[in-house]
């Protein structure tokens, strides 16, 4: 029986660590109490680097250690997380990123993921950002927008940590390992 897929599924997250961290967190419980819950307050603040897999159940634990291979191979890069800016579209609002060393060790786990038993090939995610609000009631738009700008400094304390998580089928999360980035 271990060897079926489980029901859960797994992702590859860089989150962030600190005041940028807790600014969000701030935001998120506010927009929340103003202005209901939106798609994004599913998850917790984080870039996503990997699409959603999934894999045996006896096999996890060698995902996160291949994992650790390629971040530990990856001494070589810079493995910062830069915030390029704060944007608003119509439909979604949130913090572009950059993070080229990041990508490469992602890149890098995947070459040997792809290589091995995952069911299906693992999606690397091109576009890097940083979620706040989406699926929100556009009469909402323009005070989500005032309220992210008035809670987060694009300034504050930040360090980023690469994550492991397993997703439930009720949607709760588990961090399985992390690495921190910078």
């Known amino acids: 029986m271990n060897d079926e897929i489980n029901h859960c ?32 307050h599913k998850y ?4 996503t680097l990997t699409g959603f897999f999934t894999v045996k159940s006896n096999s996890v634990a060698l995902k996160i250690q291949a994992l650790d291979r390629a971040y530990r191979e990856a001494k070589n890069l810079a493995l910062a997380v ?9 439909n979604w609002h949130g913090l572009e990123l950059q993070a080229d060393g990041v990508k490469q060790l992602i890149s890098n786990f995947a070459q040997l993921e792809n290589a091995s038993n995952l069911p299906d090939k693992l999606r690397l995610k091109d576009w890097l950002h940083l979620s706040l609000a989406y699926g929100f009631m556009a009469e909402h738009q323009d005070n989500l927008q005032k309220l992210a700008r008035a809670t987060i400094d694009l300034q504050a304390d930040v360090n980023w940590q690469l994550r492991f998580y397993q997703k439930n089928p009720d ?7 992390f690495w921190n980035l910078n």
């Not at 917790?44 to 870039?47: A, E, S, Y």
């Not at 949607?171 to 390992?177: E, I, P, T, V």
Request: hydrophobic letters at 35%; a positive charge.
């Open 9 to 40: 599924q797994y992702i590859i997250y860089a989150c962030p660590v600190g005041e940028l961290n807790t600014q969000l967190e701030t935001y998120f419980a506010q927009s929340y109490k103003l202005f209901g819950e939106n798609k994004a």
């Open 171 to 177: 949607w709760s999360w588990k961090c399985l390992k």
């Open 82 to 90: 830069t915030i390029n800016q704060l944007t608003f579209k119509e």
């Open 44 to 47: 917790m603040p984080h870039c």
